[in-house]
């Protein structure tokens, strides 16, 4: 046997089966089927069922904006703290400062300020504002409503308490 030879007779050919062929031989590809669905009957609709969520999870409760509260006002505060205050501070330049955003008469589009018009910009943007009607549901708007028009905005130095905190 000389050095120059690393396989066997025979393994050339085997291998470029495998590389070109596509799999070993006898065993060739082919599409795979859904797994077979029971039969519907007529006039009934699918159920869908959600999956179970578990509240002890906390990534749960950041994911859906619950963990200062289930809902209400504190709850419009974390989703204000997590979706609007990094352009809505008093740090920043070019955004608009939300206090006191109900005692003025228009936006800076030009509307009216009331809870139609502010929801709808939250919904659809904006020059320089994202959308988020895809990413904040209706009671998502409406907790954060109830905290932007009754006690929006708060002082960088305190951001909201951590109702997991406890001082000793």
């Known amino acids: 046997m000389s050095a120059r030879r690393a396989f066997p007779r025979g393994a050339g050919f085997i291998l470029g089966v495998i590389v070109l062929g596509g799999g070993l031989p006898g065993r060739w590809a082919s599409a795979q089927q859904p797994p077979p669905q029971p039969a519907a009957q007529p006039g009934a609709a699918r159920q869908v069922r959600e999956p179970a969520k578990d509240y002890y999870q906390r990534s749960l409760e950041i994911y859906e904006f619950r ?5 209400g006002r504190e709850r419009g505060q974390e989703i204000f703290y997590y979706k609007c205050w990094f352009c809505h501070n008093e740090f920043t330049k070019g955004a608009p400062s939300l206090p006191d955003l109900y ?5 800076v589009s030009g509307q009216p300020v009331n809870d139609e018009t502010v929801k ?6 904006g020059p320089g504002m994202p959308a988020y009607k895809t990413t904040l549901s209706d009671a998502d708007l409406a907790d954060l409503m109830s905290f932007v028009r009754e006690r929006c905005c708060w002082n960088s130095e305190s951001p909201p308490p951590n109702p997991r905190f406890r001082a000793r």
């Open 67 to 71: 963990k200062a509260a289930a809902s």
């Open 103 to 107: 005692k003025r008469p228009q936006l």
């Open 120 to 125: 709808d910009k939250i919904r659809n943007g």
